[in-house]
């Protein structure tokens, strides 16, 4: 068939420009080259050398072979293999029989293609820059010819220019979803936050909030200090809450729950190909926090290269992401929380002097539950609300005769992260009411108090003991299992990996229920 290779020209540009939408174009496209080559398919994909991938950035097909994700992983053979075809690729290249070419047949056979096809590929540049390639193919072994292969390299250009702007639309809608994504997590800890109450403010907390209501104004840093579980994240949420800058984010950071390998990416965030794994650009906890209020808990769990680099952040007001060089300047209050005693650890050399001094101008000592005792009552009653919502309880249960006092003479280790797990075990036992407290009887609590070796008398609990009897409890409750709804970890309101870290610096072990039910048996 004779082809007139201006009017070819035209038409096939008219069609692969003609829309935003790539998936429209090459839609087109195929409809018009039926006429002068065979096609089933049109393919354009981008390779990775580092990650040994095909990066899939637009496809149509008549009759599609199988599901195949816009991610195709090549064989681990390709990584000594397609890097050199990729750099050396020739401008358009014709594979009639995939199967006498080895290293197409293991990517076939690796994704279950049929080998009875034949395929074009022409690598597409712009402006010297690659920026990807376009693969034709058809059913049936040689069916393209050296006239197609010219046919098709006159739309080199046509092709290139569509493909970076796919590509290019492509990272708008993408950078658009991360907005999307950032401001409803930012939206859903508003609302989470802003819905918590801090029981007690007119109470036992009648003292903490005063000094909330003096540094809420200010942008002076907040040192929140007080046992697990006394609700430093409700105080700082409520500094936030009365500042000038609660139209801005609050965002939380469990600074014990990152490993330091991520902590410069979690924190400050890294740009796109900074490292294996970082596809996409993604902004850090203080870029988000930006025009708001950045809350570090467990702040004294921060290894001291970690400590150093906040402390450059305190200093300069500026982040730098993993893998850029340019300065990114952030408006922050920083609120941070430790149950650990900082100037301990400054005198041991585990925690940095001058990063005490930036963190400790405010510092505001939260009681532990025992030592507001005037606040159960209150505090269990709305437990007790909020609780049979979620559990969804058709009637709110009524406390038993004497349930109050149980709840007051205990001693409460785990403070009121603690009596929030209880209650709600309570609900599950005794969903139809009347709800009691029977694992707060004497006998559960004097096991909890650990005695003197020299002598009867009971002592106050150190923070370790606290810590270990605490999570030997739950451990007991979820038969030893950490991960997971109703395991340790969910039930202590904390990230499993910061479980899995204290149960090892704490010397306990794995399986403690499993083990103790071998123990009974033996």
């Known amino acids: 068939m004779t082809v007139n290779k201006n009017e070819f020209f035209r038409q096939a540009t008219i069609r692969i420009c003609g829309s935003l939408n790539i998936e429209t174009a090459l839609d087109r496209c195929i409809q018009y080259f039926d006429r002068f080559l065979p096609v089933d398919e049109i393919n354009l994909s981008l390779y990775d050398p580092e990650l040994n991938v095909l990066k899939r950035v637009a496809k149509v097909a008549r009759h599609p072979e199988g599901d195949l994700s816009p991610v195709w992983q090549l064989p681990e053979g390709g990584k000594r293999i397609w890097p050199a075809k990729w750099a050396d690729m020739d401008d358009i290249e014709i594979i009639n029989r995939p199967a ?29 820059q690659r920026v990807g390639f376009l693969m034709l ?32 639309h492509q990272e708008l809608i993408r950078l658009k979803d991360i907005l999307a994504e950032d401001n409803q997590y930012l939206r859903r800890q508003i609302r989470d936050l802003s819905n918590s109450e801090i029981i007690g403010a007119d109470v036992g907390l009648k003292h903490v909030m005063e000094m909330v209501r003096q540094v809420a104004k200010l942008d002076s840093p907040v040192l929140l200090l007080g046992e697990t579980g006394v609700g430093k994240g409700l105080i700082a949420n409520a500094i936030h809450y009365a500042s000038a800058r609660n139209n801005g984010p609050f965002v939380s950071v469990n600074c014990g729950a990152i490993p330091e390998t991520l902590f410069d990416s979690e924190l400050f965030g890294h740009e796109k190909g900074a490292f294996t794994g970082a596809v996409t650009l993604k902004k850090g906890r203080f870029e988000r926090a930006d025009k708001g209020t950045i809350f570090l808990d467990e702040i004294g769990e921060l290894p001291s290269p970690a400590q150093v680099r906040l402390l450059h952040v305190f200093q300069e007001r500026f982040i730098e992401r993993v893998g850029g060089d340019a300065p990114i300047p952030v408006d922050v209050r920083i609120v941070s929380a430790t149950h650990r ?123 370790d003991e606290i810590n270990i009897m605490q999570i030997r409890q739950a451990l007991k409750v979820s038969n030893g299992k950490i991960n997971g709804p109703g395991g340790a970890a969910q039930l202590l309101r904390i990230h499993p990996n910061t479980l899995r870290k204290r149960m090892e610096k704490l010397k306990i072990p794995y399986k403690l229920k499993t083990r103790q039910h071998s123990d009974q048996k033996g």
Not at 142 to 164: C, D, G, Q, T, V
Not at 345 to 367: A, C, H, K, T, Y
Not at 410 to 437: C, H, M, S, T
């Open 100 to 128: 006498s070419r080895p290293e197409v047949r293991e990517v076939f056979e690796m994704h279950s293609l049929s080998l009875d096809v034949s395929m074009m590929v022409m690598r597409l540049e712009l402006e010297g």
């Open 341 to 463: 005693n900082l100037e301990e650890m400054i005198r041991s050399g585990q925690f940095r002097e001058d990063l005490w001094f930036r963190l400790n101008v405010f510092p505001i000592q939260i009681p532990p539950l025992r030592h507001r005792k005037e606040d159960i009552s209150a505090l269990a009653y709305y437990f007790i609300e909020k609780k049979s919502i979620e559990l969804k309880l058709q009637e709110k249960p009524r406390l038993a005769p004497g349930a109050v006092d149980q709840l007051t003479d205990y001693d409460w280790p785990g403070n009121v992260r603690e009596l929030e797990n209880i209650i709600e075990r309570a609900l599950i036992q005794y969903g139809k009411g009347p709800v009691r407290f029977d694992s707060l009887s004497n006998n559960e609590q004097a096991q909890n108090e650990i005695p003197e070796k020299s002598n009867n008398h009971k002592r106050f609990l150190s923070l």
């Open 137 to 168: 193919r058809t059913s049936g072994t040689n069916r393209y010819s050296e006239n197609h292969s010219r046919l098709m390299l006159m739309l080199h250009e046509p092709f290139a220019i569509a493909m970076k702007n796919a590509m290019q």
